[in-house]
C-alpha cells in the first residue's frame, strides 16, 4: 500500500509532463468532448433523457469490444453502435424515461454483449477499463480529428434546429398542433446525442458519462433556466472540469476520469447548495408545485 | 369565412374505432362553446380533428372556413394535463415565446413584434408578476394561465382549451372563467372549450357541443342545460335550478 500511495503524490515534474505531445492531445480531445455534451446535455434534461443517454453509453461498450474483436477502430465500433442505438431508442418515439424497464433490459444486455466479445478478442484488462473508465491521456491524432468533425457537426446542426427541438421538447403537444416535426427531431437529437456519446465515452468512459453530457448541465440549470446561458454555464463547467481535472491528474498522478467527475460533482453540490440556501432566503409562497 | 366550425356529416375514429358519427352543425365566429361528454366521448379528438392532428375519419369538416391543417397560426391550443407535460425547468416567459417562435429554424432573435406579442399575451392574462420564475414555481391556477398566454401569443382567431378548469379549486376555477370572459372582451376570438363540469362555465357559455349516445350535436347553452338532457348525458339523474339571478344550475 505504501508503494501505492507513493506513486500517486504529488509529481514535481508536472510541468514537463503538461507539455508533452499526449497531453496536448487530451487538452484538445477533452475541449471538444466538454463542447459537444455541454450544447446537448441541455436538451438530454429537459427531455428527460438522462437514462437515455446512459444506457447509449453501455449500448457502445459492446461496440468498443467489438471493435477491438474484429480489429477496426474503437472510435468507429462505438459510433456504428451508439447511432444504431439511438436511431432505435428515437423511432419508438416515446421517452425513455417511460420505458425504463425496457431501456434498462437493452442496456443490461448491451453490457453482456460487451464483456463476451471483449473475452473473444481476449482483450487485456487495461482495454476494458479504458472503454469502461475513459482515458483521455490516450487520445489519438486520429480521434481528435473525429471529434473535430462530431463536434462542428452537432453544433451547425444545433444551432439550426434548437429552437423547434426546445418547443418540441418541453412542449410537444403544442409543438406539434403549431406543425413542428415533434418525431422527426425526436430522432434528429438521439443521433446528434449518440455522438456526443461516442466522445464522451472515449474521454471519461462508459461508466462516468453523466459526468460530462448530464451533470454540467443540471448543475447549470440549477444556477439559471434562461436556455442560452443554461447551455453556456453548463459548457463552460465541463470546460473548467476537463482542463482542471487533466492539470491535477498530472500534478498528482491520478486518474483524469476520477479528477473530472470529482470536480463536475463538487460544481453541482455547489449548485444544489447554493440554490436550496437562495430557495430557504426568499420566501416563496408558492413554491414545490410538480 | 363565417363559421368558426363546420361539420357535415362527420364522424371521428381513433386507432380503427369509431368514436362518435353523424356530426352536422355550424358555429358562428365569436362565441364561447363548451364541448360536453361523458369520459372517452370523443372531446379531445374533435379538438385534435379541428387541429389536423387527427384526420377526420369522414364527412366535411371545415375550421375558420378552412379544411383542417397542421401548424394553422389562427388556432391557439392548450392541450389536456398540459403542464404536467412540461418539464420544471423553463421559464414561463420562455414557455410563451415559444408559442411564437418555436416553429422556426435558426437561431435568429426575436423580434421586438414578437417580443411585444409576448408581454401582450402575459398581460392578457395578468401573468406579468411571475413571467420570469420557473413554471414549476407557480402554482396551478397561474400554470393555466401561462398556458393560455402561450396560446395567445400568436393572435389566434379560435383558442382550443381542453381542460382548462381540471385540478384546480373553485376560486381558481372562478378566475379563469373570468380570464376567458375578459380575454373574449377585450380580442376577437371565438373559444372552444372542453370541461368536464358545465357550471363554473354557464355564466359565459353561448352554446355546447355534446357527445351523446355516440353522435356529436350542438345547441344554444338554454336548450343544452335541460334536466332531460344532462341526466341522458352523464347517465345520472341531473336537475336544472333557476336561481333568482337568472342563473341556471345543473346538480344532481
Given at each position: 500500500m505504501l508503494h501505492v500511495l507513493a506513486e500517486i503524490g504529488y509529481q514535481s515534474n508536472w510541468m514537463d509532463v503538461l507539455r508533452a505531445g499526449f497531453m496536448r492531445n487530451a487538452f484538445i480531445g477533452g475541449t471538444l468532448v466538454a463542447v459537444a455534451s455541454g450544447l446537448i446535455g441541455y436538451f438530454v434534461i429537459i427531455r428527460r433523457d438522462a437514462f437515455a443517454a446512459h444506457a447509449l453509453a453501455h449500448i457502445g461498450f459492446p461496440g468498443a469490444t467489438f471493435a477491438v474483436l474484429a480489429g477496426i477502430p474503437v472510435t468507429l465500433g462505438l459510433a456504428v453502435f451508439c447511432v444504431s442505438g439511438g436511431l432505435a431508442i428515437g423511432a419508438l418515439g416515446k421517452r425513455v424515461s417511460n420505458r425504463e424497464v425496457s431501456t434498462g433490459t437493452i442496456l443490461a444486455v448491451a453490457t453482456g454483449l460487451g464483456v463476451l466479445f471483449a473475452s473473444l478478442a481476449s482483450a487485456n484488462t487495461s482495454t476494458i477499463t479504458s472503454v469502461l473508465f475513459?482515458?483521455?491521456?490516450?487520445?489519438?491524432?486520429?480521434?481528435?480529428?473525429?471529434?473535430?468533425?462530431?463536434?462542428?457537426?452537432?453544433?451547425?446542426?444545433?444551432?439550426?434546429?434548437?429552437?423547434?427541438?426546445l418547443f418540441a421538447s418541453v412542449d410537444p403537444d403544442v409543438a406539434a398542433a403549431k406543425g413542428v416535426a415533434v418525431r422527426g427531431l425526436g430522432i434528429a437529437f438521439m443521433l446528434l446525442l449518440a455522438l456526443a456519446v461516442t466522445m464522451a465515452v472515449q474521454v471519461v468512459g462508459t461508466l462516468l458519462l453523466f459526468a460530462l453530457v448530464v451533470t454540467p448541465a443540471a448543475t447549470a440549470l440549477a444556477i439559471t433556466a434562461r436556455p442560452v446561458f443554461v447551455v453556456g454555464l453548463g459548457t463552460g463547467i465541463g470546460l473548467m472540469a476537463v482542463w482542471i481535472g487533466l492539470i491535477l491528474a498530472v500534478m498528482f498522478n491520478l486518474p483524469p476520469s476520477f479528477c473530472i467527475v470529482t470536480l463536475v460533482f463538487c460544481a453541482w453540490v455547489g449548485a444544489l447548495v447554493m440554490t436550496r440556501t437562495r430557495r430557504t432566503q426568499q420566501s416563496r409562497p408558492l413554491s414545490s408545485h410538480g | 369565412?363565417?363559421?368558426?366550425?363546420?361539420?357535415?356529416?362527420?364522424?371521428?375514429?381513433?386507432?380503427?374505432?369509431?368514436?362518435?358519427?353523424?356530426?352536422?352543425?355550424?358555429?358562428?365566429?365569436?362565441?364561447?362553446?363548451?364541448?360536453?361528454?361523458?369520459?372517452?366521448?370523443?372531446?379531445?379528438?374533435?379538438?385534435?380533428?379541428?387541429?389536423?392532428?387527427?384526420?377526420?375519419?369522414?364527412?366535411?369538416?371545415?375550421?375558420?372556413?378552412?379544411?383542417?391543417?397542421?401548424?394553422?397560426?389562427?388556432?391557439?391550443?392548450?392541450?389536456?394535463?398540459?403542464?404536467?407535460?412540461?418539464?420544471?425547468?423553463?421559464?414561463?416567459?420562455?414557455?410563451?415565446?415559444?408559442?411564437?417562435?418555436?416553429?422556426?429554424?435558426?437561431?435568429?432573435?426575436?423580434?421586438?413584434?414578437?417580443?411585444?406579442?409576448?408581454?401582450?399575451?402575459?398581460?392578457?392574462?395578468?401573468?406579468?408578476?411571475f413571467a420570469d420564475r420557473r413554471l414549476s414555481q407557480i402554482s396551478g391556477g397561474q400554470q393555466q394561465r401561462v398556458a393560455i398566454a402561450q396560446a395567445l401569443v400568436g393572435d389566434p382567431d379560435l383558442l382550443l382549451l381542453d381542460e382548462p378548469l381540471a385540478n384546480l379549486d373553485v376560486r381558481h376555477q372562478h378566475e379563469i372563467v373570468e380570464l376567458l370572459r375578459d380575454v373574449h372582451a377585450q380580442r376577437e376570438v371565438t373559444i372552444f372549450v372542453v370541461v368536464h363540469d358545465l357550471n363554473p362555465l354557464l355564466s359565459i357559455l353561448d352554446g355546447a357541443i355534446y357527445l351523446l349516445d355516440g353522435h356529436a350535436h350542438y345547441g344554444a347553452i338554454g336548450d343544452v342545460v335541460d334536466s332531460e338532457l344532462l341526466t341522458h348525458l352523464y347517465d345520472t339523474p341531473i336537475k336544472v335550478v333557476r336561481t333568482a339571478q337568472g342563473d341556471l344550475f345543473t346538480r344532481s
Open positions: 475513459g482515458n483521455l491521456l490516450a487520445i489519438s491524432w486520429g480521434q481528435l480529428e473525429v471529434f473535430a468533425t462530431f463536434t462542428g457537426g452537432l453544433a451547425i446542426v444545433l444551432l439550426v434546429i434548437a429552437r423547434p427541438l | 369565412m363565417t363559421s368558426s366550425l363546420t361539420l357535415e356529416g362527420v364522424s371521428a375514429a381513433r386507432g380503427g374505432d369509431r368514436i362518435w358519427t353523424d356530426g352536422s352543425f355550424s358555429i358562428g365566429l365569436g362565441a364561447i362553446v363548451g364541448v360536453i361528454g361523458p369520459n372517452g366521448s370523443g372531446k379531445t379528438t374533435l379538438l385534435q380533428m379541428m387541429l389536423g392532428l387527427l384526420p377526420v375519419a369522414s364527412g366535411t369538416l371545415t375550421v375558420l372556413g378552412e379544411p383542417p391543417r397542421r401548424g394553422n397560426p389562427r388556432i391557439g391550443y392548450v392541450p389536456q394535463n398540459y403542464t404536467a407535460e412540461i418539464g420544471e425547468s423553463i421559464r414561463c416567459r420562455d414557455l410563451v415565446t415559444l408559442g411564437r417562435t418555436g416553429a422556426r429554424w435558426g437561431l435568429g432573435g426575436r423580434s421586438g413584434a414578437d417580443r411585444a406579442s409576448v408581454d401582450a399575451a402575459l398581460d392578457a392574462v395578468s401573468a406579468q408578476g
